[in-house]
């Protein structure tokens, strides 16, 4: 049984206003889009259609296809922080925090052999075409590789890595070891890919030979 300091019950978080649901739904429509056909299938008509919505509706809430491009990479960002990182923080800093980042990672990757990652399809679309899509693009991976690097350089403090440990060349390790895997499993359907990238990644920590 809790106990209040007051007999007043809690107030209610006000509900969200139907323009915010609105925005959020067709947000999550073009994610799903984007998923599926990348960042450059974007387009207001095209979502106008799928949300049943007209296009200046649409136009309303994002003002142009590249705000609308931001938006997506920035909720996909938003949702695999919540899936990935924000879980794995629980674990104790070193091996068993960064076995969770990767774990978590990995089993984001093998669900979306069906539809895409938004980091790495994004990559190919914009990695030669500067502006604001690729800048947001970018600053969200470079967040996630920061993350990364951080757990890697706790494990080497923690002890659980050699002292010498290369914090960037693992870093650079284990982000080809995801780039092969969805090379792997979605582009050639290869049975095993996902135990592969983990016998790879064990590898990497020095556990298995």
Do not use: N
Not at 98 to 110: D, F, H, T
Not at 147 to 165: M, N, S
Not at 176 to 204: C, Q, S, W, Y
Request: hydrophobic share 45%; charged share 20%; with cysteine.
């Amino acid at each position: 049984m809790s106990l209040s300091l007051s007999s007043t019950p809690p107030a209610r978080a006000p509900a969200p206003s139907k323009g915010r649901q609105t925005h959020a739904a067709i947000l999550d429509a073009a994610l799903g889009l984007a998923s599926h056909m990348g960042l450059e299938g974007l387009s207001i008509g095209a979502l106008a259609e799928l949300t049943g919505m007209s296009k200046s509706g649409v136009f309303a809430h994002f003002g142009s296809r590249e705000e609308l491009q931001i938006a997506v990479v920035r909720e996909y960002h938003v949702r695999f922080e919540a899936e990935v990182f924000a879980p794995s923080m629980s674990q104790p800093r070193g091996v068993p925090r960064l076995r969770a980042l990767i774990e978590r990672w990995l089993k984001r990757v093998s669900q979306e052999i069906d539809s895409g990652c938004i980091y790495i399809s994004g990559a190919v679309e914009f990695d030669d075409r500067p502006g604001p899509v690729r800048d947001a693009l970018a600053q969200m991976v470079q967040t996630w590789r920061r993350a990364l690097q951080r757990a890697i350089e706790q494990a080497v403090q923690e002890g659980h890595l050699r002292a010498d440990t290369d914090v960037q060349q693992m870093l650079f390790e284990i982000h080809g070891l995801i780039l092969a895997l969805h090379h792997d499993a979605r582009f050639l359907r290869t049975p095993g890919a996902i135990d592969r990238a983990r016998v790879g990644f064990e590898r990497l920590l020095g556990l298995l030979p």
